[in-house]
T-cell receptor, first 114, second 113 residues
Framework: DTGVSQDPRHKITKRGQNVTFRCDPI?????LYWYRQTLGQGPEFLTY????????KSRLLSDRFSAERPKGSFSTLEIQRTEQGDSAMYLC????????????FGEGSWLTVV | GDSVTQMEGPVTLSEEAFLTINCTYT??????LFWYVQYPGEGLQLLLK?????DKGSNKGFEATYRKETTSFHLEKGSVQVSDSAVYFCALNRGSTLGRLYFGRGTQLTVWP
């Protein structure tokens, strides 16, 4: 069990550019979640997948954000036409549906939009 | 809607002092309750959880009891250490069929030697 892995850990990008983050969940976990955390705040839910199906999306997930989990394993979160307000830490987490209460987080991907 | 309210920080304590971080929640039904800890520059680690009323979660000397009558899940530790310095988040989840965790804003704890 290597834990939830995220890449890259840090990304600095210019406003208007596109960025993509990758998440590799714990290998046997079929649920995968994305959260966003800004400084001084708790994480806010963005979206989650069960296997390859995206089951829920927050209203925080604007049209510029898209998440995929094509084979039910790793996931990507893409942000198009980045804005300064997108600067945050993007956290990925995973769990087993059978014990869905316990969610394990990765170390996060920091995004800075300049 | 569902929400979690946490005690505002920062909290500063001397080593071996007693710690309490207050957490109250609003939710329909019977949520599961959690405390997560975040060390500088890292993601969140599950510290403890409780899934029904009167359950006590415990881990690494930390404890929290699920009190449905007061809708609370306060975190306590009898004797804190410098290594406990971190941000602590209270969170709830309304059952295994729902994916999302609702988090409080977090409480920064600093412990001085």
């Amino acid at each position: 069990d290597t834990g939830v892995s995220q890449d890259p850990r840090h990304k600095i990008t210019k406003r208007g550019q596109n960025v993509t983050f990758r998440c590799d969940p714990i290998s046997e976990h079929n649920r995968l979640y994305w959260y966003r955390q800004t400084l001084g705040q708790g994480p806010e839910f963005l979206t989650y997948f069960q296997n390859e199906a995206q089951l829920e999306k927050s209203r925080l997930l604007s049209d510029r954000f898209s998440a995929e989990r094509p084979k039910g394993s790793f996931s990507t979160l893409e942000i198009q036409r980045t804005e300064q307000g997108d600067s945050a830490m993007y956290l990925c987490a995973s769990s087993l549906a059978q014990s869905g209460d316990t969610i394990y987080f990765g170390e996060g991907s920091w995004l800075t939009v300049v | 809607g569902d929400s979690v309210t946490q005690m505002e920080g920062p909290v500063t304590l001397s080593e071996e002092a007693f710690l309490t971080i207050n957490c109250t929640y609003t939710a329909t039904g019977y949520p599961s309750l959690f405390w997560y800890v975040q060390y500088p520059g890292e993601g969140l680690q599950l510290l403890l959880k409780a899934t029904k009323a009167d359950d006590k979660g415990s881990n690494k000397g930390f404890e929290a009891t699920y009190r449905k009558e007061t809708t609370s899940f306060h975190l306590e530790k009898g004797s804190v250490q410098v290594s406990d310095s971190a941000v602590y988040f209270c969170a709830l989840n309304r059952g295994s069929t729902l994916g999302r965790l609702y988090f409080g804003r977090g409480t920064q704890l600093t412990v001085w030697p």
